[in-house]
């Protein structure tokens, strides 16, 4: 029996030892228990025994940022030893114990509890985490590198852009009734062109500016936001005797002006993609499911084939001819940034009829439980 529990001793040691996570157990006064390899390679953990206070210096640890070295009452096995638990408490280690490299770690401390659920020690889990630091770094410079991009070509692009037009005006007004009809059309394609890639560039602006600027989170009456968006649809929804249906809606923790921006698109999509011989109905409805408010726009429009129903809200995807249906294609990949943003996801399911429903989630705020 006593030989059968040292093997399994054995074997948990060796487990234990053979993983990438670093594990570290203390006693009361500080003594190294036990601690596996990786721990070692991560913090250079020695079999001595360390004040729980002075953990955090002895061991080279610094706060998040790199350069704060980590204060005695954030101690994660201080806190453990007090029975606190914790997930995730990012550190840096600049160890000072031989270990040859910096590096960013995840700790997970709990208090280690004998048979009488009494405290008798502490236990720390310690995963390297530098890599998907490196990774977050350089997505926050990309995205810096884009929105600086973007600001740069929309600015420098809508320069020459009205150069264009005002010599197409000018050349127009100049040869007033000297132009024949391939030379007018000509000129009216340059125009129509010349709007074309000024909505493409200020769409592409848009665009990069949800992805990198923070958002301003608040509670939003979204039958505000709809109220709005409704109004600055007016001349598209009287243009198409449109008749816009809106339930009471939520009021939810979001960025105002990208909820607009959210509402905006999506019902001006359920006007602009109307069946040629019936006007557009839109109808707008929440209904609480769980932890979310699943959003609908249901319309009576042209409807969408199953096969594109994930493809549309891809950037620059379009389903139709731009001499049929105006716009850039980027429309829809706003709304899924935005929904994303807000921790909701966005979806489209065809009606079996005619027309289809947009249906996107945005989580329930927790007073409203």
Not at 200 to 217: A, C, G, H, W, Y
Not at 283 to 307: T, Y
Request: charged share 20%.
């Amino acid at each position: 029996m006593a030989k059968s529990l040292l093997r399994k001793s054995e074997a948990l040691e060796s487990v234990l030892s053979s993983l990438s996570l670093g594990i570290i157990a203390v006693d009361r006064s500080g003594q190294v228990i036990f601690s596996n390899q990786a721990a070692t390679d991560l913090i250079g953990i020695a079999d001595t025994t360390v004040d729980l206070v002075d953990w955090m210096e002895h061991y080279g640890i610094y706060l998040d940022n790199g350069m704060t070295p980590c204060p005695a009452n954030l101690s994660p096995l201080a806190r453990a030893m007090a029975g606190e638990k914790s997930n995730n408490f990012e550190v840096f280690v600049q160890n000072r114990l031989g270990c040859t490299r910096a590096v960013w770690c995840s700790m997970d401390f709990r208090p280690w509890l004998d048979g009488h659920d009494e405290i008798i020690g502490a236990v720390l889990l310690i995963q390297d985490i530098t890599q998907r630091k490196k990774l977050a770094d350089e997505v926050i410079r990309s995205n810096l590198a884009l929105q600086q991009f973007a600001t740069v070509a929309a600015h420098d692009l809508q320069e020459p852009l009205r150069s264009i037009a005002g010599f197409a005006d000018i050349l127009a007004q100049y040869q007033t009734g000297r132009l024949d009809d391939k030379s007018a059309r000509c000129i009216t394609k340059i125009k129509d062109g010349i709007v074309r890639m000024q909505t493409l560039i200020n769409d592409l602006l848009t665009f990069s500016r949800i992805q990198t600027k923070p958002q301003t989170v608040h509670k939003t009456d979204c039958n505000n936001i709809v109220a709005s968006s409704l109004k600055s649809l007016n001349a598209s929804i009287k243009g198409a005797h449109a008749q816009i249906d809106v339930d009471k809606l939520p009021t939810v923790m979001a960025d105002a002006s990208q909820m607009s921006q959210l509402f905006q698109n999506i019902i001006g999509n359920s006007i602009k993609f109307c069946q040629v011989d019936r006007s557009p109905i839109v109808h707008i409805s929440a209904e609480r499911q769980g932890a979310f408010w699943l959003f609908s726009v249901e319309d009576n429009g042209i409807g969408i084939a199953p096969e594109f129903k994930e493809r549309i809200f891809g950037v620059f995807q379009r389903l139709h001819n731009k001499s049929a249906y105006s716009g850039t294609g980027i429309g829809l990949a706003i709304c899924q940034m935005i929904v994303d943003r807000h921790g909701g996801r966005i979806w489209v399911e065809p009606k079996p009829d005619i027309g289809c429903i947009f249906y996107f989630t945005l989580p329930a705020m927790i007073e409203d439980d």
